[in-house]
């Protein structure tokens, strides 16, 4: 079982940023796979990024692409999301997501099928 604490999410104004962490515990070196998902009010998941634990490689949703990038600590266990030039569409509940490898990275940010995902951090960007 893998556990993911996701913090950092708040409200903030466009154009502004915001850095998100997730703290990965429990048996993290089943995880291939790390990444980051949201969901606003009444619309689907939509995968944000996905990035390797091994090789670091790293897959955008083309939503957000340019605007966040995804980081992984040396230990394997905090993940980052950094998140630049917020738009208000934007705005949802942001989920830290792992996966022992079932499918693709680039597989993942499309379908957001991850084996294991956090309770989420509310981001809002409102003026």
């Known amino acids: 079982q893998v556990q993911l604490v996701e913090s950092g999410g708040g409200s903030v104004q466009p154009g502004g940023s915001l850095r998100l962490s997730c703290a990965a515990s429990?048996?993290?070196?089943?995880?291939?796979?790390m990444g980051w998902f949201r969901q606003a009010p009444g619309k689907e998941r939509e995968g944000v990024a996905c990035?390797?634990?091994?090789?670091?490689?790293?897959y955008y949703a083309n939503s957000i692409q340019g605007r966040f990038t995804i980081s992984l600590d040396n230990t394997k266990t905090t993940l980052y999301l950094q998140m630049n030039s917020l738009k208000p569409e934007d705005t949802a509940m942001y989920y830290c997501a792992a996966d022992p490898g079932r499918i693709s990275c680039s597989s993942l940010v499309r379908t957001v099928e991850y084996n294991y995902w956090g309770q989420g951090t509310q981001v809002t960007v409102s003026s």
């Open positions: 429990g048996v993290v070196s089943s995880i291939y796979y």
């Open positions: 990035i390797r634990t091994g090789s670091r490689i790293t």
